[in-house]
């Protein structure tokens, strides 16, 4: 047998492994806060509520650390991060230079279908019962947001922006609970109008910089509050974030 029919001969692999799917289960919930800041992660308890080996777990925490998604504590022990000030300010830096333009490309590409499904998650983020769950609002504004991009349709700027949200999920979320997610909410709303607005009248540099100031806006409210009460994220104060 030559060595081409050897290698036809191979089976693909699934990439849908159990370690690929502990990857994401951990990884969905950081980014609808499931974890608070701070939290440490244990590999045996994660494990249990997954209900896997030890070793897939072992893999997907490796993988979230490698990505500073999560924190190597010197004990091993891994963590979720508390973000300063600057390290929030950084990722929503970053954020506003790829989701503005992705909000520019979703302006300019955005078909009917495109159009009603971000309709359709604004009113959705519209409807959402802050009181209901901490994390019902940011869960319903990512919504919002990834609308957009999707009808962008570039997938290696998708790739970039993802990350990006799982690092500041519970930060963020935390933030919202301290300042309280419905008066969050309310600003937000407007926001957002201003984003579906501009894209459906197809003004690509208008929807740009609305999806820029909101993200803006997010950046601004961290930094304030973490310069005026310091470390609001500490073991026990947070506690409330990490309602399911």
């Given at each position: 047998m030559d060595s081409k029919a050897q290698l036809s001969a191979l089976q693909p692999i699934a990439r849908d492994t159990l370690q690929e799917r502990v990857y994401l289960r951990i990884r969905q919930a950081l980014i609808h806060s499931e974890f608070k800041p701070g939290?440490?992660?244990?590999?045996?308890?994660?494990?249990?509520n997954l209900g896997t080996s030890i070793m897939p777990v072992r893999e997907a925490l490796q993988k979230l650390t490698v990505e500073?998604?999560?924190?190597?504590?010197?004990?091993?022990?891994v963590r979720v991060p508390v973000l300063s000030a600057k390290e929030f300010a950084d990722i929503c830096e970053a954020r506003m230079l790829l989701e503005g333009r992705m909000a520019r490309l979703a302006a300019e590409r955005a078909d009917a279908e495109d159009l009603e499904r971000i309709e359709e998650a604004g009113r959705a983020f519209s409807a959402a019962r802050a009181s209901s769950s901490p994390t019902l609002i940011n869960q319903k504004n990512r919504e919002f947001h990834f609308s957009i991009y999707q009808a962008a349709g570039q997938p290696t700027l998708m790739e970039l922006i993802e990350p990006l949200w799982v690092r500041c999920g519970p930060c963020t979320v935390a933030l919202f609970v301290e300042?309280?997610?419905?008066?969050?909410?309310?600003?937000?709303?407007?926001?957002?109008?201003?984003?579906?607005?501009?894209?459906?009248?197809?003004?690509?540099?208008?929807?740009e910089s609305a999806v820029i100031a909101d993200i803006r806006a997010t950046s601004e409210r961290y930094q304030k509050y973490r310069r005026e009460h310091g470390e609001f994220f500490e073991q026990g104060r947070g506690a409330k974030a990490a309602a399911p």
């Open positions: 939290q440490v992660l244990t590999i045996r308890e994660l494990a249990q500073r998604v999560l924190e190597l504590l010197p004990t091993r022990s300042l309280g997610a419905e008066k969050v909410k309310r600003g937000a709303v407007d926001q957002h109008r201003g984003i579906l607005e501009a894209i459906r009248a197809r003004r690509p540099a208008e929807a």
